[in-house]
């Protein structure tokens, strides 16, 4: 396969191409009749119509698909797929933001049932998190983070305009932090979320205040950066929000059809992507998940596809030192080249 990796030489390589997963045909290809009329059977592998949230843990992808209404549990080692949420207990609607702890627990946000649910890793029904009628309540639940040091789930609730803050152990709200407005700590229906695992802080994408708010982990606030804008460093429509190991902070804005990579102070680094179909470019990008390795995976919902990067770490070229040498060395393809432009 071709490599691809942003920047160019002579500059230091930084983010490297890994690929981009569909669904079943990624492994079992497409029927005959599917190429025939370019309509699926029943027979035909399930795939990504408009997957919105992604997260991976245990070497498995994690794709809620707003309109499938189901996880797409993608494992590309075995070359197979499950769903989770397509079973009567705990069926979900519309799954939006995911995260996975330690014991294998997934947490999928369904903005429509104003809830949390919990499965096992074969999608078993666990419990929801949300109590209607209690000082929780969520009314439009969308990006969650995990901070499995403090035992805390944070969840962004867009409607009422705040970040939402419940126990792991055992689903009880905890607090919450923000209001509507546009003054430090205030939100204009905020969308995605990380967490920092270094020091714990929270990232909250400020949708429609076109900005990244940053807090630490008992919602004080800490800084911002992001305006509204069209060159790099500014947001027309930001979404999905991921932090790596080292810090940086990446944010898929989907008009822009591209990923801000920033560093932990909110100064522009890089940027990746324009529209498009080919490898590196998007169509209304929206989730977006850093892993413990530094991968990084991005729902490229109308290109019904997860594309998948590695940020190319400290730690990662020590522990791939060839791997790091053959970029350096690589003389970049027009495809490459393609995707500088």
């Known amino acids: 396969m071709e490599k691809i990796f942003w920047p160019l030489p002579p500059e230091e390589p930084r983010i490297l191409y890994l690929g981009s997963y569909h669904g079943e045909s990624d492994f079992k290809g497409k029927s005959a009749l599917d190429v025939l009329l370019g309509e699926p059977d029943k027979d035909v592998p399930r795939n990504l119509i408009k997957p919105y949230g992604v997260a991976a843990r245990f070497g498995k992808i994690f794709a809620g698909d707003t309109v499938a209404a189901v996880v797409f549990v993608i494992d590309p080692k075995n070359r197979k797929v499950s769903f989770i949420g397509d079973k009567p207990m705990g069926k979900l609607r519309i799954p939006v933001g995911i995260d996975i702890d330690k014991k294998g627990r997934v947490y999928v946000a369904d903005a429509r049932q104003q809830r949390v649910f919990v499965y096992d890793l074969k999608g078993k029904f666990i419990t929801a998190i949300g109590d209607p009628d209690g000082p929780g309540k969520l009314e439009r639940p969308a990006g969650i983070a995990l901070n499995e040091k ?93 932090i790596d190991s080292e810090g940086h902070i990446y944010v898929a804005d989907a008009a822009f059809n591209n990923i801000q990579i920033f560093d932990d102070e909110g100064r522009i680094l890089l940027f990746i992507g324009k529209f498009g179909t080919r490898p590196g470019e998007f169509n209304l990008p929206a989730g977006l998940y850093v892993d413990r390795g530094d991968r990084i995976y991005v729902a490229d919902s109308m290109n019904r596809r997860i594309q998948v990067f590695q940020y190319i770490s400290e730690a990662w070229k020590k522990k791939y030192p060839e791997k790091y040498k053959e970029l350096k060395l690589f003389k970049p393809s027009s495809l490459n080249k393609t995707q500088e432009q």
């Open 150 to 242: 403090n035992g805390r789930l944070y969840i962004v609730d867009v409607m009422d305009h705040r970040v939402k803050v419940y126990s792991i152990k055992d689903g009880e709200f905890l607090f919450a932090f923000g209001k509507r407005g546009r003054g430090e700590g205030e939100f204009n229906f905020p969308t995605n979320i990380a967490v920092d695992r270094r020091n714990g802080n929270v990232a909250v994408v400020d949708t429609m205040n076109f900005r990244v708010q940053i807090f630490d982990s008992e919602g004080q606030f800490l800084r911002t950066f992001g305006k509204l804008g069209i060159v790099p460093g500014t947001f027309a429509r930001p979404k999905g929000i991921g």
